[in-house]
């Protein structure tokens, strides 16, 4: 067997990665939505099809795949996808009961459903659930069920880690490192568990203000549908800068708000500063950009429609609302992510390691945007902080990591890899714990509920948690849109 024979390129890649983050909404508005409109949105989608294939064709030098790089990169992204705790192999954490509840009331219902308790419609960015629960419908089996889950889900991480590891110019060790790069978070967090016991330095209340930021890896246990899109969106947005494809990451984008709301708002922001670094390319091929927004809105508007329909805007305000030492905390995060960044920071321009200018210029522009942040709470997790910044963090991954591996300087990178360690040396433990809890080797704590997704998070979380993820009665979207 030739294990080094080219068996894909980086355009096959895109083109399934595009296909994946659409296929969702497809199946959304093929069966929640009213046929007539239903037909209009779904040939709109053939003419976005047929833009995305054009501005493709408009870079021919794309980077191939060998077969043993399919192979490890597969790999890589199932082991992410078990450990992170998809499908119920390795131990879970307490967010996918709810997880769990989603994929279960779109398998047992027909769509679209109500919750029996409230006779209301759902409303929520279902893009990652809806594929996996459309196939195992066939066979109404739990454990098939998790199984497509898992597959669904090692689909779009071995999208995103081998888009990765194309822009990253093939380099494993970088993808690997800065899969487990976190803020000082974890390591603040272990520290102030094993010694301080401090609710000043760090608090898991959610009345307070809930300063956090993941790993990639983290992330992915804490939030299955949001990571592959945050990732996806991000390395678009990198990839197209490099190779002026700059088109390019509005479709992905467009079709990741139906997964991903805060993150792919934050990748949004991120790329409208790529396109003002690039005006003037903005400003040659402002109806090209024209044309294909005006597509996509054709396409996705009956889910724009739908994501506006919510019942409750949730909680949102500014930091100093929420806690009376507010400002304490606020220094305090910014000291130990924001500062301990700043020290890399310094470490990293003094003796810096080449690398491609769209990264750095986003590297230090992800800071500023990681600051301002920091001063607004939105949802009851503060999510747009706690789930906005994971493109953020991507971005501060992939840079940091990618100066440890590339540096000369050896006292640099010894220094480098010390901090890396610190900050990771917590989620190594969750990943040991992981191999030693999961279906095959050992015993494995398995948290289950029952109910649908209503009650779910009414009984697990809150009732206004619950509330916000309902369709608002009698809105456009109900009298006008929705197949009933």
Not at 28 to 52: D, E, G, N, R
Not at 198 to 213: C, E, G, M, R
Request: aromatic share 18%; net charge positive; proline share 3%.
């Amino acid at each position: 067997m030739h294990f080094n024979k080219v068996i894909t390129s980086q355009k096959t890649l895109l083109l399934i990665a595009f296909l994946f983050l659409a296929f969702p909404c497809i199946l959304f508005i093929a069966t929640w939505v009213k046929l007539t409109f239903a037909l209009i949105s779904l040939a709109a989608f053939l003419i976005v099809l047929k833009q995305f294939n054009l501005t493709l064709d408009n870079h021919k030098a794309y980077s191939s795949l060998s077969l043993s790089e399919v192979a490890i990169l597969f790999i890589l992204s199932l082991a992410i996808v078990l450990f992170s705790g998809v499908g119920g192999f390795a131990s879970q954490i307490r967010d996918y009961i709810g997880h769990t509840a989603k994929i279960q009331d779109l398998v047992n219902y027909d769509w679209p459903f109500t919750y029996a308790k409230v006779n209301r419609y759902p409303c929520y960015y279902f893009g990652y659930y809806l594929a996996p629960a459309f196939f195992s419908k066939i066979f109404a089996n739990v454990f098939i069920t998790n199984i497509i889950w898992i597959l669904w889900a090692t689909l779009g991480m071995f999208c995103s880690m081998s888009l990765v590891y194309l822009y990253l110019q093939k380099d494993l060790k970088v993808l690997v490192l800065s899969l487990f790069f976190s803020g000082s978070y974890s390591f603040v967090f272990y520290i102030n568990q094993k010694f301080i016991h401090s609710n000043l330095l760090i608090s898991a209340n959610p009345d307070q203000i809930y300063y956090v930021a993941y790993s990639i890896f983290g992330s992915a246990m804490w939030v299955p549908n949001q990571i592959i899109p945050s990732l996806l969106c991000t390395i678009i947005i990198l990839t197209s800068a490099q190779n002026n494809t700059i088109k390019l990451p509005l479709f992905y984008i467009s079709c990741s708000f139906f997964w991903a709301p805060f993150p792919t708002l934050i990748a949004s922001f991120l790329y409208l500063l790529i396109l003002c670094k690039k005006y003037s390319y903005v400003l040659t091929e402002f109806t090209g950009f024209i044309k294909i927004g005006i597509s996509i809105l054709c396409f996705l508007a009956p889910i724009a429609i739908y994501l506006s329909a919510t019942s409750s805007a949730g909680v949102s305000g500014f930091v100093w609302n929420y806690n009376s030492n507010w400002l304490a905390i606020l220094l305090g995060y910014l000291f130990s992510e924001i500062g301990f960044l700043f020290i890399v920071i310094f470490l990293l321009t003094k003796f810096s390691a080449k690398l491609p200018e769209e990264l750095s210029y986003l590297f230090y522009v992800s800071i500023i945007v990681f600051c301002f942040l920091c001063l607004t709470k939105y949802g009851v997790w503060n999510d747009l902080m706690a789930r906005g910044n994971i493109p953020l963090m991507f971005i501060f991954s992939i840079y940091i990591c990618s100066q440890i591996v590339h540096t000369q300087n050896f006292s640099k990178k010894i220094l480098l890899f010390v901090i890396y360690m610190l900050v990771t040396i917590p989620l190594l433990k969750i990943v040991l714990f992981q191999l030693s809890n999961n279906q095959l080797i050992g015993t494995m704590s398995k948290k289950t509920d029952t109910g649908d997704m209503y009650e779910v998070l009414v009984k697990n979380y809150s009732q206004q948690e619950g509330e916000q993820y309902l369709l608002k009665k009698g809105s456009f979207f109900e009298k006008h849109l929705l197949k009933k």
